[in-house]
């Protein structure tokens, strides 16, 4: 265990007797839905993942402390506290030697997950190449994280923000394994499908095991997405989401909002003009804990 790291009693606990855990990220608590809803949230996942057989250990960083696992006084902190930093490889370090609060991208609780030995962890969405890359340069480290660090992550596809082929492409050309949960349509976030097809599957939680395991077995590098889409009656149709998406990116260009500020920006200007693409968020993440939970039990 690395010596910035603090798991909790429970996560302790888990590491020692060899339990399933799942690591879950602190940026969709402060940067990702609004209060109480983002508490309310968290709380839900981890008890999703608890009914499911395994152990959660929601990441963030306390005070300069790496926090693997969050009490309620501690969740409720990341929910409710202002200024918060949004934490990525790039800066984990400077939170860390400054004593900072940060909430954990994808990125950084892969890394934190795989200092604490865990291997598995669920999100709502990665990120990736974002529209307009050929102007803003703009891509996701969660890509170039999901290359390096050998964690699974289980969620919706990418957020419908991004440009999902080019996202595609860029894992390609990174050598991640991106596999489709009984889909062969990767899905889009608030869509189960984008129109872009996949061409590995899995189709049960051990198959999906079974895949990371021979990728660690054979020496290769980095983790794996695993593309579970959201159920059917909770999915907003593309067309809808899209239209959004266009209001807010011009709306953020206007407003010159760039950099990581960009994906808090268009998400809540999204729940802004769609309502109920916050219900789908949260009803992702839930399915996307559950699956997560299963998995564990199979590494």
Known sequence: MNDFVDPSLKVKEAIKSHMPIVALESTIISHGMPYPTNVQ???????????????????????????????DDELEYMATKKGILKLSRMDLPYAVANGFDGATTVAATMICANMAGIKVFATGGVG????????TFDISADLFELSKTPVIVVSAGVKSILDIPKTLE??????????????????????QKS???????????????????????LGLEGGMLVANPIEKSKEIPHEIIDKAINIALEE?????????DVTPFLLAHIVEYVPKALEANVELAKSNAALAAMISKSI
């Open 41 to 71: 949230t968290a709380k839900t996942l981890e008890k999703i993942i608890e009914d499911n057989g395994a152990v959660p250990a929601t990441i963030a960083v306390i005070k300069g402390r790496i926090k693997v696992g969050l009490d």
């Open 195 to 217: 129109g872009s097809k996949l061409y590995m599957r899995a189709d049960n939680p051990k198959a999906v095991a079974q895949i990371f395991k021979a990728k660690l077995a």
């Open 252 to 260: 953020a260009n206007r407003l010159g909002v760039h950099g990581k």
């Open 128 to 135: 990736g190449v974002h529209r307009g890359v050929v102007d």
């Open 170 to 191: 860029m894992l390609e050309t990174l050598g991640v394994t991106v596999v489709g949960y009984k889909t062969d349509d990767f899905p889009s976030f608030y869509s």
